[in-house]
């Protein structure tokens, strides 16, 4: 164990695979430049001896990740970098008509092993064209598989398993994971996918969370224990697959589910979990099942009416005394 | 801010309840579904869970006293939270209770918001809850947003008994304040049940001015003294059937030798299945088997109107601390008894524990009342209204007898009858005397 | 009243609003030469020459064209001739499209119809067959409509015109041949973006659905009739922004809810209902909701295997019924 | 060709005034009073200024998220520029858009973005709509970076704007770097606008920092849009002095290289050395103090427009769903 940011955590993971495996090599904009978007490619040529291998593209998202599905179909393992996920749309067609169905369409002949780094979220006022978080839409996307991870461990054990799994991944993380710290386990590891982990065991309400929101909700915790209010704490980990059983069993367990993300609330991927709930736990249900996401609106500038679109500790805080009938429905 | 614990309302007509024991002092932490306290009720005694997390700050009506229902009773906080001093409403003891209002008319009692249209809210749990308890929703008060029942909700009621009444009963209920409560009845409750009641019930908290009133002259350490809810709920009871049933006991001799010898040749055996085996549970498998036979004292009756029960559930008089009360072993009829001896166990362990159901204590078709125990050997029991008859079982005692020309000594014991003549005539109530008697006598004949 | 195809409705309601609004025309591929690759523009190119324009297979081009053409004043309305392709032009929907308005505070107006033909032909496969309304439901900024019959496609794409917000116009592909009688003059306000109609009134269950969706809603209230239970069916017709007020009224009635779409099940615009069902009128529901969409899947071509992928009444009656057991 | 010393002093205010923006834009970014992303236009003032200097008022540019230089020379309110990029209600965009996102309409700048190649659809589509709907004579300008031309949306637009002759004019700005890659490494050409032959469309390279030659191309650029000839390609050989970003570590270039560069390319000092001494773009000299004056001019507003934009409120919190439906 030792102490690593999420950018060297994650940057481990690549180096590690990179080296076990020759066919990895990473493709993205200014990779080489500032070290791409947040650093977290500085120096990773030289670190695997292999500068080839990490690729500056041209500034053209259907190109990088075009070019990345007939690599991969091919023999590569390519990791894209989107740079930011408000990029993604820029290739959508080659995520969700070629990546997603080659496999599928040519009946099994190819593989797509590939992953998509997209860092997404709020950081501070850079408006509506670098902070949305788009996980729901490739969730809907038969093919793909989308990851979101949560800390600095999670980071590097889930992108060694998407790298070595042989789907197309969407890899979203959070712009504030980036400096987040934790402990890293030294040895090589992975986590698979599909599979939540109860960060925080409790009786009396299920919190379902992912990336950057486990900490939003960890904190939220905090503030309900010393009210005797005992949360459980699920993180996802990865959305498609997404681990139903674990979210349903907790939720059979306390009888209660409050659901967060930060990105839009209209049709955003808690919806899915609070449907599935609604279905599959229905009889276990002791309050209405609390959804928490942004407001309808593109993220605006100016930092007040920006904090109105971010979803905070406070905001689950709140959403858990709704699940708990503390106070009546806004 | 401390969390205020109310004394529940646990069923319709409860006004008020008696602290019997804290199971936390103040200080001790205390989790949310700790029972916290036990209180008395007129009907039973329950154990009550803390609804809150925390240490339970200050308890301000101590064991032993009265207080009215919805009052606070203590507060559950954060240690060392200051909590305001008890509202008054807590400290003196309940107020005269209100009429209790008719079950029929319950539902205006609690919270309309969750229900336009007819329809109850309630989360999916709660209503799983209630269905499986067999709680009728719409009685449910909700604390949830949007006025919807929750499963703490469901958690917190006790049902009213069953009572059913006819218009003009329910509107004179109401006018006169009678506590219909008091006939745990299957049955319609009908005009005259309730004017029958009006002479008989004595007010189950006399106003003030009414006691100085009916004050006997005061000698030096006299004092009237409040009896408990259980004694005021027995008094209207036997009170109220005195009034309603025109009775006679009958009373018929039984030569207990072959009970004896049935009850030596299983005792062990049964003993082995870790069953106590007593001559009541001989006694109440006749009873039973002969009741099937007399449809019309396995009956009640009501305004001219008799409804013959299809099941036998036999009612055996428990003694309860300074009281008593009358659980029944349902469908006995279809029972052995083995079965019998392990309910009826059963039963009076949760009757003497205040672990009772309501369930338990209503739908009775038929009584025993047994002081065999304590030398008796004759009595006139009161019956357990609405039912038809109560038998009163007596001591066994060695007595002499001509049998064949021959003077034996033979275990006798009385069996004591008493049938409300209304429905059971001179003939019938002997010749179902005389039935429980072949069978005790014989038990072959349940084989029969 | 007369009997028209959904096409043709769509050509009518084009007709018409071309007709007193010459800032509108029309920009996609394959348009003035055969009206379209469904009939969806028959006559136009002649009744309003110049203003159907045939644009190279640029799809990037015809949103980000059609964008632009809107702030500058006119009033386009583009075709993406199948929905499956509208991911070529992604950033223009949703960093461009949605977004201009808003990030300028308010300075520009979209007023944009985009036509997106979507769904599951016979044997479309994996690349012209797919229904992705959910997308765009997560999109601020935009608005989604799928109508379910003729008459709807002609008002609600007459209202998604005279809008002066980007709509995009989800028309089901096997709907095109669909006739029904639609009247010859159109109300002053033909359609209001964001209301749900009930098809059929019910008390025992509430089946919410749109676009082709609806064939299945309404065949599964049929049967269901048969056996005593009264389904209660609303056409959504506007999924964003969507009638919550109407799905919750209907609900609160009949306590239970049944959804269903042909779109993937997982993600699909369904769990937005169902959610919003869950939290806010949770309290009224007897059973638990029920979801119908297509499995976890692309469309696959071979029609033993495309079957697997659709939705039938049948699946809807079985659910339903299971709900009063 | 040569213009009026007073059209040269106003393309002088103009980039005085874009240089100073950029200044103190970039002063108040590293002090941390303005937040999010800027990006400078620092050293290729002279393009922005002599291509909108050759537009009406009621024709159109579509900018870049490297905008503020183009939204000033297009004539924008400077107060209301700077209220917007400190996120404040008074900014053009009400506190909604920032730097990335600044426009104003009113003045035809149809808006910066912070999508890379994602304005020449949008400036072909309003060209298209003005020519063949609108029927009015206004053209459309986009600028984009070398960078951007690597997209997939210039070739689009490229091609319907030849195709139908649009009065669409790309003006790229080869400032050498996308953003931290050096333009040889990822794009084949060494002149973008060679790429204007592909779409049979007329192209000139201008000299980034003379301002006389982009505005003569723009001139020329303009009259055969107007003309219903269709667009143009002008590539402006610039340098870019900033880092992509304001805070860009720049780990890819050494100081000593852009320092040259900057010096070789710098359009304000170009002007300075031009202007005050017989040349070919204008009859006579302009004086140093004269120069000087339009300088300190141009140092007041700014200052001034940075007070207007810090006493200026953030919007009210019950706007931020404002102007997204109408």
Redesign the interface.
């Known amino acids: 164990m030792s102490i690593k940011s999420y950018r060297e955590a994650t940057f481990d993971a690549m180096k590690e695979e990179m080296i076990r495996d020759g066919t990895v090599y990473a493709i993205a ?2 990779i ?4 791409g978007t947040h650093g977290r490619y ?1 120096g990773l040529g030289e670190a695997i001896g292999d500068p080839g291998r990490v690729i ?5 998202e ?2 990088i990740v075009g070019s990345a599905v007939g690599a991969a179909m091919s023999g590569l393992r390519p990791i894209v970098d989107l740079r930011f996920s ?5 290739a ?6 070629q990546a ?2 080659s496999r ?2 040519f009946g099994g002949q190819a593989k797509v092993p590939m992953v998509i780094r997209a860092p997404d979220g709020i950081l ?7 902070t ?1 978080c ?1 996980e ?2 490739f ?5 793909l598989q989308v990851v979101v991870p949560s800390t600095p461990a999670e980071g590097k054990g889930l992108l060694k398993t998407a790298i070595r799994n042989d789907n197309p991944v969407l890899f979203f993380e959070h712009k504030k994971l980036m400096a987040m710290t934790g402990e890293v386990p030294e040895e090589d590891y992975t986590i698979p996918f599909g599979k939540a982990r109860v960060v925080r065991e409790g009786r009396d309400v299920s919190v379902i969370v992912y990336g950057i929101m486990v900490s939003r909700a960890l904190e939220a915790a905090e503030k309900l224990a010393a009210e ?1 209010i005992d949360a459980e704490i699920i993180d996802l980990r990865t959305l ?1 697959p997404w681990d139903r059983e674990a979210v349903l069993a907790s939720v059979k367990k306390t ?1 209660r589910a409050v659901v967060a993300h930060e ?2 609330r ?15 736990a ?10 928490i996401g942004a ?4 993220i ?6 920006e904090d ?2 971010r979803v905070l500790p406070e905001n689950i805080y709140e959403g858990v005394h ?1 699940a708990l ?1 503390r ?3 806004r | 801010m401390a969390t205020e614990v109310l004394m529940p309302k646990l069923g319709l007509t409860m006004t008020e309840g008696t602290i019997l024991e804290w199971k936390k002092k103040e200080g001790d932490p205390v989790r949310k579904g700790d029972l916290l306290f036990s209180v008395e009720t007129d009907k039973l005694t329950n154990d009550v869970e803390a609804d809150a997390d925390g240490t339970l700050l200050k308890i301000l009506v101590p064991e032993g006293e009265t207080s009215g229902c919805k009052t606070v009773i203590a507060y559950i906080g954060a240690p060392g939270e200051t909590v305001g001093a008890a509202p008054a409403s807590a400290a003196v003891p309940a107020p005269a209770p209100v009429p209790a209002a008719p079950a029929a008319l319950a539902s205006s009692a609690a919270p309309k918001a969750h229900r336009e249209g007819g329809y109850v809210t309630a989360t999916p749990y709660a209503k799983k809850l209630a269905h499986d308890k067999g709680f009728p929703l719409g009685e449910i008060s909700a604390t949830g947003p949007r006025g919807m029942v929750m499963a703490r909700d469901v958690e917190a009621f006790t049902p009213a008994p069953r009572v059913k009444l006819s218009p003009m009963a329910a509107r004179l209920a109401e006018e006169m304040g009678v506590d219909v409560s008091v006939f745990e009845s299957v049955n319609r409750i009908m005009k005259a049940d309730v004017l029958g009641m009006v002479h008989h019930e004595e007010p189950a908290a006399p106003a003030p001015a009414a006691v100085s009133a009916a004050a006997p002259p005061e000698c030096a350490g006299e004092k009237p003294e409040k009896v408990s809810a259980l004694r005021r709920s027995i008094a209207a009871n036997m009170s109220a059937s005195w009034s309603i049933s025109p009775r006679v006991t009958y009373t018929h001799p039984v030569d207990a030798t072959a009970m004896k010898q049935l009850r030596a040749s299983l005792k062990d055996e049964f003993k082995e299945q870790g069953i106590k085996l007593t001559y009541n549970h001989i006694l109440m498998m006749c009873t039973a088997r002969a009741l099937t036979e007399f449809p019309d004292v396995n009956a009640s009756f009501r305004d001219n109107m008799i409804t013959r029960h299809h099941h036998v559930n036999l009612g055996l008089a428990v003694a309860k601390g300074d009281g008593l009360i009358v659980p029944n072993l349902k469908n006995c009829e279809a029972l052995g008894l083995a079965e019998i001896a392990k309910g009826t166990e059963a039963m009076i362990e949760a009757a003497r524990t205040g672990k009772l159901t309501m369930d338990g204590m209503t739908g009775g078709t038929f009584t025993i009342s047994s002081l065999g125990p304590y030398g008796i050997t004759s009595f006139s029991p009161i019956i357990n209204q609405p039912e038809l008859a109560i038998l009163g079982v007596c001591d066994i005692v060695d007595t002499p007898v001509v049998r064949e020309g021959q003077v034996v000594v033979r275990p006798m014991m009385n069996l004591c009858l008493t049938a409300d003549h209304r429905v059971i005539d001179g003939v019938m109530a002997s010749r179902f005397l005389r039935r429980i008697t072949e069978l005790l006598e014989n038990p072959c004949r349940l084989l029969a | 009243m007369r009997k028209l195809s959904f096409s043709m409705a769509t050509c009518e309601a084009m007709a018409e609003e071309m007709a007193l609004d010459d800032k509108i025309f029309v920009m996609g591929e394959d348009l003035a030469r055969q009206g379209g690759i469904f009939g969806q523009f028959k006559g136009l190119p002649e009744k309003f020459p110049g203003r159907v324009i045939d644009t190279p297979i640029s799809e990037t081009f015809i949103i980000g064209g059609g964008v632009g053409a809107a702030l500058a004043g006119a009033r386009p309305v583009v075709d993406m001739h199948f929905a499956d392709f509208i991911g070529v032009c992604m950033d223009e929907i949703f960093n461009q499209m949605a977004k201009v308005r808003y990030m300028f505070g308010g300075q520009a107006k979209v007023p944009l119809v985009l036509r997106a033909p979507d769904g599951m032909t016979i044997q479309g496969a994996a690349q012209h067959s797919q229904a992705v309304e959910a997308w765009f439901c997560h999109i601020p900024g935009i608005q989604v409509v799928a109508p379910s019959n003729p008459e709807d496609a002609k008002a609600v794409l007459k209202a998604a015109i005279r809008s002066d917000n980007p709509v995009i116009y989800f028309e089901n592909k096997i709907l095109y041949k669909e006739t029904a009688m639609v009247p010859e003059i159109a109300d002053e306000v033909p359609y209001t973006i964001g209301k749900a109609k009930v098809r059929r009134e019910g008390k025992d269950v509430t089946i919410v659905s749109y676009s082709i969706g609806m064939k299945n809603a309404l065949g599964a209230a049929e049967r269901l009739a048969k056996e005593g239970i009264e389904a209660e069916v609303i056409d959504l017709i506007s999924l964003s922004p969507w009638d919550k007020e109407a799905v919750l009224t209907s609900v609160k009635k009949t306590h239970r809810l049944c959804i269903a779409h042909e779109a993937v099940k997982q993600g699909g615009f369904g769990a937005e209902i169902a959610a919003t069902v869950a939290e806010e009128a949770i309290e009224y529901l007897d059973a638990p909701i029920l979801r119908y969409g297509a499995p976890f899947c692309p469309i696959p071509f071979a029609p033993t295997l495309e079957k697997m992928v659709r939705v039938f009444p049948e699946d809807l009656v079985k659910g339903i019924k299971g709900m009063f057991e | 060709m040569k213009v009026s010393k007073e059209q040269a002093l106003k393309f002088y205010e103009t980039m005085c005034l874009i240089r100073e923006f950029e200044t103190s834009v970039k002063h108040d970014f590293l002090n941390g009073e303005i937040p999010g992303f800027v990006h400078l236009y620092i050293g290729e003032e002279a393009v922005a200024t002599g291509i909108c200097a050759a537009l009406d008022d009621t024709d159109y540019i579509e900018s870049t998220h490297r905008g503020h230089g183009h939204c000033i020379a297009k004539g924008a309110d400077i107060d209301r520029m700077m209220a917007e990029i400190f996120g404040k209600k008074t900014g053009l965009c009400k506190g909604k858009g920032g730097s990335m996102h600044i426009a104003d309409f009113s003045v035809g700048m149809l808006g910066a973005n912070g999508v890379v190649g994602g304005g020449y659809n949008l400036a072909a589509g309003a060209a298209l709509a003005n020519k063949m709907i609108l029927k009015n004579d206004r053209v459309s300008v986009v600028f984009f970076g070398d960078g951007a031309s690597n997209r997939g949306t210039f070739h689009e637009a490229a091609n319907v704007s030849s195709a139908w002759k649009l009065p669409t004019i790309f003006v790229n700005e080869m400032n050498q770097w996308a953003s931290t890659t050096p333009y040889e490494t990822t794009t084949a050409v060494k002149d973008i606008s060679d790429r204007a032959k592909g779409y049979h469309m007329p192209a000139v390279i201008a000299d980034g920092k003379n301002v006389f030659e982009v505005y003569a191309a723009a001139v020329e650029a303009v009259e055969r849009a107007r003309a219903g000839e269709g667009p143009t390609f002008i590539e402006c050989k610039t340098f870019r002095v900033e880092g992509h970003f304001v805070g860009d570590p720049e780990l890819y270039r050494t100081r000593e290289y852009v320092k040259e560069n900057a010096a070789l390319n710098d359009p304000l000092t170009w002007f300075d050395r031009t202007m005050t001494r017989k040349n070919g773009y204008i009859d006579g000299v302009i004086e140093p103090q004269e120069l000087e004056a339009v300088r300190a001019a141009a140092k007041e507003k700014i200052v001034k427009a940075k007070e207007f934009a810090m006493s200026s409120e953030y919007p009210d919190p019950d706007q931020y769903t404002a102007d997204l439906y109408l």
């Open positions: 904009e200014d080489n430049g500032n070290g500085t500056d593209a041209p500034i053209s259907a190109i408000n990029c993604i749309p820029c959508m067609d080659e995520i969700v008509n997603a169905k599928y369409m501070k006022m850079q408006g509506a064209h670098h949305d788009l729901a839409w969730t809907h996307v038969p093919g005797g498609s009888g990105a839009v209209q049709s955003g991927f808690g919806a899915e979990i609070s449907a599935t709930i609604a279905e599959e229905f009889g276990a249900l002791k309050a209405p099942v609390i959804r407001p309808f609106v593109p605006p500038m100016a930092p007040n009416l109105l679109c709704r009938g106070q009546s429905d």
